[in-house]
T-cell receptor, first 114, second 112 residues
């Protein structure tokens, strides 16, 4: 089955620790995205990548970093510089990042930092 | 720049009643519009999308939406609500730069 996997589903960390969220897709999509979801605020774009070895900052990139070494993988690192990291994180992909194609979403990772 | 406003963060309807979820957008370029549904602790699933052409768009699960350029609206409707429709719904617009901008979401509750 083609799709997007995110692991783990729930993640707990202590304040001050970096944490990496996994996102893998087998849809052969070129573009991948990371969103943060907070109650009542919809989804906000953190980073996106339209091709391997290239990525751009979204609206709320501060305190986050990404890499895109393989087409299938787009891991997100939440660093200790992120002031309020507790949130639901969603990864998505689309065919090319151009045109009218929709984005396909993974099941999400809920990160809790205490 | 584009933006999306979803009027009503919570909407409650009775089973069998009409569902109407409101979405207004702004965009500096002709918009592409999307409605997504999210069930608890899951990702988003596309319900329907408007790109060009017919302004009344039909989606999955009996939902439809009408693009009204003069009103900058893309409201989502379903004639008869079912308990399984209880979820959060997001309207999104793709404008300049090919990025999606999401509204704040509307949580739909369906009463038996």
């Amino acid at each position: 089955d083609g799709g997007i996997t995110q692991s783990p589903k729930y993640l707990f960390r202590k304040e001050g620790q970096n944490v990496t969220l996994s996102c893998e897709q087998n849809l052969n999509h070129d573009a991948m995205y990371w969103y943060r979801q907070d109650p009542g605020q919809g989804l906000r774009l953190i980073y996106y990548s339209q091709i391997v070895n290239d990525f751009q900052k979204g609206d709320i990139a501060e305190g986050y970093s990404v890499s895109r070494e393989k087409k299938e993988s787009f891991p997100l690192t939440v660093t200790s510089a992120q002031k309020n990291p507790t949130a639901f994180y969603l990864c998505a992909s689309s065919i090319s990042g151009q045109g009218v194609e929709e984005q396909y979403f993974g099941p999400g990772t809920r990160l809790t930092v205490t | 720049a584009q933006s999306v406003t979803q009027l009503g963060s919570h909407v409650s309807v009775s089973e069998g009643a009409l569902v109407l979820l409101r979405c207004n957008y702004s965009s500096s370029v002709p918009p592409y519009l999307f409605w997504y549904v999210q069930y608890p602790n899951q990702g988003l699933q596309l319900l329907l999308k408007y790109t060009t052409g017919a302004t009344l768009v039909k989606g999955i699960n009996g939902f439809e939406a009408e693009f009204k350029k003069s009103e900058t609206s893309f409201h989502l409707t379903k004639p008869s609500a079912h308990m399984s429709d209880a979820a959060e719904y997001f309207c999104a617009v793709r404008g300049a730069g090919n990025m999606l901008t999401f509204g704040g979401g509307t949580r739909l509750m369906v009463k038996p």
